[in-house]
């Protein structure tokens, strides 16, 4: 495999564009710069390939991103297919909502985006950690000092994508970390279990809401090989009357899940467990980050670019990665044109995130998924806008608000 993993050493003094953080959004800007011709340098603190604590959800807006790059086919052949996301309420009744699903971990997932940029034309170098930005008389940003553990060299780039995910180290050597905490954290583990009435009793991805849960729902997704990822989140992390609240102790919301759902039970206590059980942090609601500064642009999580209700950001950091590289595609000579771009598709995307936000009311209030899985499952108009919504073919306020609630209620 040419330019995997290449050592710091040996990259060129100077690039284009130098991507930081080899994940989904810096892979996909990656991939999409090079393929237009632009000279590229990705670059990443940990050597390929590499574990990331996710849920491994590919939900419908990540297909679209893979399809877009190009890539969809070969994650598709790897990954393990769902029908539907089976939604739980609380008083133990589910549906199935209808979606283009799959999953697939995280460490094949980044690896095989990482290797198509590389496959494009991008030089991937790591280990190679962004230690402090260049900068040029203006200040304008002007390149990277990298790490690669024994030494540091600067990289010379007309423009920075950040794609360092949800830590905000690198964004606040930079000047752009408007928020330190997190907007939320979740911890998964995975669990292999061969018993095939597993996969039917889990349901493909299955989301849980429940009380003791609150602010936030488990869940079991079916990976390939037998192997069940499962976990919990607090999703609701920074709503206002969050603030001064002691933070919730994940492993225990974890056991809880594990106490509360009869299938997350069957799995722990009949499977084997392959990894620790690991935590990690979310950046939501395209908030926390300045988007962009002179010569730089901010993508994926470290621009906040997960959903609060859900916790699913892979397809939006690809969005945004692709979003970055078409901005600089489409104005190779005017760097404001290019900062202006970008925080036009950033805009575009914002009502669809706040709405989301809003949507997380469910998460805080689980008892709302009685009336919704009530009357889904009575209504093929409902079941069909859920669907829909989890497709993105519709918004979510038509549903998942309280708006949304009570025009269920209504015949
Ligand atoms: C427990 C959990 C479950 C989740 N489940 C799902 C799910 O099922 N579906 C879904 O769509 N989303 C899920 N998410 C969200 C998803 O993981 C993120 O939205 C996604 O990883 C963001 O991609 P990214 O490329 O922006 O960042 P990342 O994937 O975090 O990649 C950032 C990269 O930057 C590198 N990096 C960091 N600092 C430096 C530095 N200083 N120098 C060089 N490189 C650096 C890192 O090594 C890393 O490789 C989950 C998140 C968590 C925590």
Known sequence: MPNWNQPLSRLPDATDVLVVGSGPAGSAAARVLAQAGRSVVLVDAQTFPRDKTCGDGLV?????????????????????GAAAARCLAPNGRHVDVAGELAVLPRRELDALL????????????????????????S???????????????????????????????PLAALGLCQRKSPSCMAIRGYVRHTDPDMAAAVGGLRFVWHPTLRDGYGWIFEGPDHTYNLGTGVLVGQLDEDRGKPPRNLRRMFDDFVAIDPVAARLVREGTMVG?????????DLEGATWTAPGVLVVGDAVGATYSFSGEGIGKAMETGIAAAQALIAHPDDAAAVEAAYRASLQALKPRFDMYRQAASFNRHPWLLNIMVWRANQSPRILAKLSDILNERRLPGSLLTWRGVRSMLLP
Do not use: M, N, S, Y
């Open 276 to 284: 620790e059980l690991k935590g990690a942090p979310l950046r939501c």
């Open 114 to 137: 990482c290797r198509a940029a590389v496959d494009a034309g991008a030089l991937h170098a790591a280990p190679a950690r962004f230690v402090a930005p260049l900068r040029g008389d």
């Open 60 to 80: 419908p807006d990540t297909h679209a991103a893979l399809r877009r790059l190009g890539v969809i086919d070969e994650v598709l052949q790897r990954a393990q």
């Open 139 to 169: 200040g304008h940003v002007t390149g990277a000092l990298l790490d690669d553990g024994h030494t540091q060299r600067p990289l010379t780039a007309r423009w920075l994508v950040l794609a360092t995910g949800a830590g905000t180290g």
